[in-house]
């Protein structure tokens, strides 16, 4: 088994995933899309109440910017 990393946000990784999405159905190939480090944590932190709460966006941007 290989592994092969394609960056998705680029037009030749969009490209190539187009193109290897056409043998999707074929046993040799499959696509494992699993988030990565930083989504995941992320995801806990919100599932765990780990979340900023604000009034509206303005509330927000002050917070951020804090």
Do not use: Q, Y
């Not at 030749?12 to 494992?32: P, T």
């Not at 930083?38 to 919100?46: F, P, Q, V, W």
């Amino acid at each position: 088994m290989t592994t092969i990393i394609i960056n998705e946000r680029t037009e030749k990784g969009k490209s190539l995933l187009n193109f290897l999405e056409k043998f999707s159905n074929e046993e040799f190939i499959i696509f494992d899309k699993k988030p990565n480090r930083e989504t995941i944590r992320a995801i806990e932190d919100s599932t765990n109440g780990k979340v900023v709460k604000t009034k509206n966006v303005s509330d927000l941007m002050k917070k951020l910017n804090s």
